[in-house]
């Protein structure tokens, strides 16, 4: 009954932990989500203000199918601000979150034929993305003590004359690793040798806590392969309103706002209002929600390396740690897989966390620091107490 194209993609392991998490909250048990992949601040006061402007001055209405032209422009200054990057506003696309940009760009660009290579660990969409075109999903393994750089010759031997796609997700979701300039350059160099295009999802890239972000955009010496893809989500808190944008090559992305227009009309009129506020705006909460994921960054990277047998590498941006639990498992454990780890803190602990497998890696857990210093505390205690359980 139903298409090829769905047997292609599989449900998201993160939207499936939260369903599990709220499901337990309602039977009363006093859960912490560590699973969640949104900031846990309010979406800051200007910002609030202008949706609510917007509702009244009449905003409510269709848009140009690729966004605003004010918005638009907002992303052009935004870009040039923060990431230095000089783009037209022919060269923008806004659409219902970095997700919605994301898809949209691999349903323009690939095909049954290709080939693209996503780095592993991968964020969950990043390969679905892909398999829903008819294009293959490429894996390249990275090194988790160099903030899972890819491993060179890995990725050397898997780019062959159909690799049409290279996704770069630096800071990562789920490791929270931010390559250095270098690395990225030497991928671009790879890219262009293979005359393969090259996303860059940035979408923490506001959230580093070691050095200045570089955007990819502004390594490469040729910038026309490569598309960047950036969020109001996780930067200003603004995960539920769904802006998130592309920008490159003109021709992309007109292709890219024409498959848009078919699908989703156009990104909704309030949110795009509200967003030219949160990019345009005053910046100073983004300092101050840095600041505080840093120390959490900070808190939980050391409470894991404290518990025996976990090795937790420390990332330098987005608001996850990735540690390594291969210590627990094994077949003549109880404890055989990430799986097995991930439900046994959710079961025993009401703990949340998300699987590694769901993004490729079977020895870690996932956990999310977008969450309180007091739940990040008990989390830790909670997850110390079960691993004692364990040995
Ligand atoms: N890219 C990565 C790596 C993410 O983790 C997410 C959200 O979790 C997104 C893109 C999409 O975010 P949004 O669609 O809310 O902009």
Known sequence: MLSDRIGRITPSATLAMTAKAAKLRATGIDVINLSVGEPDFATPE????????????????????????????????????????KYDTSEILISCGGKHSLYNACQTLFQTGDEVIIFSPYWVSFPDFVSVTGATPVFVNTDPSQQYEPVMDDLRTKITSRTKGIIINSPSNPTGGVWGDETVLTVLELAEEANAWVFSDECYEQLTYDRTYISTAMLGENTERILTFQSCSKTYAMTGWRIGYTAGNKQVIKAMGKLQGQST???????????????????????????????????????????????????????????????????????KSSNDLSMYLLEQKAVVTVAGIAFGSDSNVRFSYAASEDDLKRAMDLVEESLTELK
């Open 46 to 85: 200007n910002i609030r203000i202008a949706g609510k402007l917007a509702i009244d001055n009449g905003h409510t209405r269709y848009t140009p199918g690729g966004g605003t032209m004010d918005l638009k422009k907002a992303v052009t200054k935004k870009l040039l601000r923060d990431n230095n990057l």
């Open 265 to 335: 009309s156009c990104p909704n009129s309030i949110a795009q209002m509200a967003a030219i506020e949160a990019l345009t705006g005053d910046q100073s909460e983004v300092s101050q929600m840095r600041n505080v994921f840093k120390k959490r960054r900070d808190y939980i990277v050391g409470r894991l390396n404290n518990m025996v047998g976990v090795n937790c590498d420390t990332p330098g941006g987005a608001f996850y740690v990735f540690p390594d639990f291969s210590s627990y498992m094994g077949i003549d454990y109880k404890i």
